[in-house]
């Protein structure tokens, strides 16, 4: 960005500590985010590089790397250190945070390169608000040809119910608050992998939840309590940092837990309050599993006086949808003549497709939650039901538009139908069988055409 290059920063600005977690990563990328750090930051702000091995075993990882960074960087700006067993990537970060000395701590995966200029907008901007947790510009490098391509999409963090992190638009208003198209952009959350944060306002929020294990979940804790206890999330549009993004995690999981979910408990039983109810909704399997002790995090939020998860979503995530609060209706959508309701069929709903019909699950199933939003929608989280209007035409969930169109749908309680509102069609499972895809057909009264929610708000 050409209005990046003609900023000119302080020159009194904070000096950093940039920590690199490792477990067995491949010899190039590690020291391809070592030497660009290295080469591409000011010595005057650079205190050290801290590359922290969480108990490789990899060949080269060990005696090799260590000859190989004594001899590259005499001066001891880059150092190794070593956890004794095998920490997990949450506790390791943990234990780099610890060891670092610069004013501000900044977490690098160990498959990047920084660009140029990509240090001082971060150290300029922490200067200025000590509060502010802070995020580059994310850019791809290619998994295969390991080139420094595709620049990232102006996007901000958003989450799923589920516990899941996902990418958003940067909403109209966040636009607008901002003076320029370089000024920071404000996120409900972070994809949690390379941020930079005042080290003692870190350790004053509370670091990582230690009872979190290995990886999963510790991103979104980490958003929550950032704005809910007086802090702010915010891109930094000037700071460019390339990643290579993997298809698969290159480490392993200890006894093969689902840490994800167990970490995503700690963080809903600590930090969401009631709506801790919508993250229970999708993952039911989780309700009885032990969680560990979370005393400590519940008394870091009474001690820093945090507020409420009602006020996170109100203030700093109005966009995000409220399947059971706002709306029309919401829950199971019955035909009552075969107890078949509409379904998701397990589908990715980060793409398009058909809704479909399966037996009634009694709201054990996440995948049969729809709602009849106040805008006429019939939606799930993110995306709604689409057609264009033609006879048996199936109906698809496309990304919610706000715009009705072909995405508006009227609920007639009395006739328990499902409207199409510009075709005047009725949604039908005539003919279509458990697994199968809803359609919509002439309104003809007939039981194939009868919908009821499971809950009417009003």
Known sequence: MTRCKSVTYPKDLPSASVIVIFHNEAWTPLLRTAHS???????????????????????????????????????????????????????AR??????????????????????????????????????????????????????????????????WWSGHFSWRPIPPREDQRRANRIAPIRSP???????????????????????MEVWGGENLEISFRIWMCGGSLEFIPCSRVGHIFRASHPYTFPGNKDTHGINTIRLAEVWMDEYKRLFYMHRKDLLHQDYG???????????????????????????????????????????????????????????VFNIGVFHCQGGASANQIFSLSKNDELRREESCANAHGSDNEKVSLFPCSGARGHQEWKHNKEHETLIHARSGKCLDRSGINSGGEIIIRKCNNDDSQKWVFQNYLQ
């Not at 900044?106 to 140029?116: A, G, K, Q």
């Not at 608000?129 to 999409?153: F, T």
């Not at 390379?194 to 003692?200: N, Q, T, W």
């Open 37 to 91: 750090v290295v080469n591409r930051s000011p010595p005057r702000y650079l205190h050290e590089v801290i590359l922290l091995d969480d108990f490789s075993d990899r060949a080269g990882l060990g005696k090799e790397l260590e000859e190989y960074v004594e001899t590259t960087w005499p001066d001891g700006v880059v150092k190794i250190v070593r956890t004794k067993e095998r920490s997990g990537l949450i506790r």
């Open 94 to 159: 943990l234990a780099g945070a610890k060891a670092a000395t610069g004013d501000v701590i900044i977490f690098l995966d160990s498959h990047c390169e920084v660009n140029e200029g990509w240090l001082e907008p971060v150290l300029a901007r922490i200067k200025e608000k000590h509060s502010a947790i802070l995020c580059p510009e994310i850019d791809v490098i290619d998994a295969h040809s390991l080139q420094y391509g595709g620049v990232g999409a102006r996007s901000v963090g958003g989450f």
């Open 189 to 211: 959350t972070m994809a949690g992998g390379l941020f930079a944060a005042d080290r003692k306002f870190f350790f004053h929020i509370g670091g990582y939840d230690e009872g």
């Open 293 to 351: 002790d979370i005393s400590s995090r519940k008394a870091l939020r009474e001690r820093l006086k945090c507020k409420s998860f009602k006020w996170y979503l109100n203030n700093v995530y109005p966009e995000k949808f409220i399947p059971d609060e706002d709306v029309q209706s919401w829950g199971m959508v019955r035909n009552p003549a075969t107890n078949i309701c509409l379904d998701t069929l397990s589908k990715d709903e980060k793409t």
